[in-house]
């Protein structure tokens, strides 16, 4: 079992070519005998997707929200009638961040 110097992600072994291959940045490894490797070659890593919550009118509302009222005021027009929902969006050890949007006037925001 070999682990990926780069992003210590497993590496896997292609049979075929007889490589230990990365399957997440690419970077390969061919095994020596002497039971060291020796590297092949390098493919740059991606920047990893970012999620982007943008405020306005055109967000919708995911089926899982539930209205609440009396508990939290939209900042924008000071409705106590909100939508709110939770999503994972950091480590999983980290609590989840509260999604709220105001249903009078569209306003979306998130609390950590």
């Known amino acids: 079992m070999m682990f990926c110097p780069k992003c210590r ?3 896997s072994f292609d049979s075929k070519r007889r490589v230990y291959r990365c399957s ?3 970077y390969e490894v061919i095994p020596n005998n002497n039971s060291r490797a020796i590297v092949s070659r390098t493919i ?4 990893k997707e970012k999620l982007v919550v943008i405020e306005g009118t055109s ?3 995911p089926p899982n929200a539930v209205l ?3 508990h939290t005021r939209c900042p924008k027009c000071g409705s106590e009638e909100v939508y709110a929902w939770q999503m994972q969006t950091r480590a ?12 009078s006037c569209g306003h979306t925001w998130r609390e950590y």
Do not use: I, N, Q, W
């Open 92 to 103: 999983a050890d980290e609590p989840p961040t509260t999604f709220y949007k105001c249903p």
């Open 24 to 26: 997440r940045c690419g």
């Open 68 to 70: 609440v009222k009396g």
């Open 44 to 47: 740059e890593h991606k920047e």
């Open 9 to 11: 992600s497993l590496m």
């Open 59 to 61: 967000v919708s509302v």
